[in-house]
């Protein structure tokens, strides 16, 4: 089986390194990293992945940005998307999945959380 | 037609009583063995379990050690420290002081979630900030203390001092934490030290690699101290 691709759009460095790290767990992933959402959608739209990570607030382009202009792609349409709240107030979190976004993580993450969510999006066994 | 011996009904009685007691004993023995077998199974998914909780800690923990040594900037070894406060403690309002060794205080120099107007400098052994740098060592607020805004009167929940070798260079301290976190965790506490051993360190190269280009003295004091 292809590995799957997962692209992670955070401008935190360190919140990058830790989801990789927590991807990285699973077996047969390739993980691509982009620090802002202008970067991310450059990323997206010139490569496949099979799942998107994306924060809401970056610069230069935020997360909510990102998300419209991946479903308003045809081809991106069906990219399962999930969003990294840092609120815990809804707003954000709701308005990403108004936007077409499939989950959420919030802030501070758990690396058990963020391979259940990916193992789920991307269709894996448990 | 022969007559049946009633002894031959009582040895057969007897066998199915025989067989039957042994099937009992059989299925009650099966029934044991399965019992130990789920224990012994939830023993090892609680272990399994465990396992991956230090795992996710000791990820957290090189993450977060990484990217404070990461960089010789003096701002982004700042940016780093605010990030690790941020994202992996998850703080929602924090205020990061930094030590000046001309007048020995504690000056605000960053606040998260707040604003640094009105917010007063400390001396050393000042306040619960003051205290925590000048003992060298994490303060962490009895459980159940509120939480709140940074304010000349308010007490923060923890106080990080940021010191190398008894020199203070700075303070974390946070007062709120995100409405979704719970309360602190263990991670958060080895969080906590980490910050302390590391952070200033972090802070201390960074400054003695400006020191090279050019500072003014009063920064290369605490350098002075430490390295003398």
């Known amino acids: 089986m292809a590995d799957q691709r997962i692209l992670i759009v955070e401008d935190s460095p360190t919140m990058r390194q830790l989801l990789v790290f927590a991807l990285k767990r699973m077996k047969g992933v390739q993980i691509v990293e982009a620090q802002d959402g202008m970067d991310g959608l450059r990323k997206v739209t010139s490569d496949h992945f099979d799942l998107v990570f994306v924060d809401i607030n970056m610069p230069v382009m935020d997360g909510l940005k990102l998300i419209s202009l991946i479903r308003s792609d045809s081809n991106l349409a069906e990219m399962p998307i999930c969003v990294i709240t840092t609120e815990g107030a809804n707003d954000d979190r ?3 999945i108004a936007l077409g976004a499939n989950e959420y993580l919030t802030k501070p993450i758990q690396a058990n959380k963020v391979l259940s969510i990916a193992r789920d999006l991307l269709k894996l066994p448990v | 037609m022969a007559r049946s011996d009633p002894r031959d009904s009582c040895d057969q009685d007897a066998a199915l009583i025989d067989l ?3 099937g009992s004993e059989l299925a009650r023995h099966l029934i044991e ?3 130990s077998a789920e224990a012994s199974n939830a023993r090892w998914a609680e272990r399994h379990a465990e396992t991956e909780r230090c795992h996710d800690d000791l990820a957290n923990l090189f993450v977060a050690s990484d990217q404070l040594h990461a960089t010789r900037d003096p701002d982004e070894v700042v940016a780093a420290i605010c990030e690790i406060v941020i994202n992996l403690v998850g703080a929602e309002i924090f205020v990061l002081h930094t030590f000046d060794p001309e007048s020995e205080r504690l000056i605000p120099l960053i606040g998260e979630g707040c604003s640094l107007g009105g917010l007063p400098e400390l001396a050393l052994g000042e306040g619960t900030i003051g ?8 303060w962490i ?3 159940g203390s509120a939480e709140g805004t940074p304010a000349a009167a308010a007490d923060p929940i923890v106080v990080v001092p940021l010191c190398v070798r008894g020199v203070p260079l700075g303070a974390i301290a946070i007062y709120k934490l995100l409405d979704q976190k719970p309360g602190l965790s263990e991670l958060d506490h080895q969080l906590f030290d980490l910050l302390a ?3 200033s ?3 201390l190269v960074a400054r003695l690699e400006e020191a090279k280009e050019s500072v003014p003295a009063r920064r290369l004091q ?3 101290r430490i390295t003398n």
């Open chain 2, 201 to 203: 360190k972090a802070l």
């Open chain 1, 94 to 96: 709701e308005r990403a």
């Open chain 2, 33 to 35: 063995r399965l019992r």
């Open chain 2, 20 to 22: 039957f007691a042994r």
């Open chain 2, 141 to 143: 607020a009895p459980s």
């Open chain 2, 197 to 199: 051993q590391h952070a």
């Open chain 2, 131 to 138: 205290q925590a740098v000048a003992r060298g060592r994490v």
């Open chain 2, 222 to 224: 605490p350098i002075d």
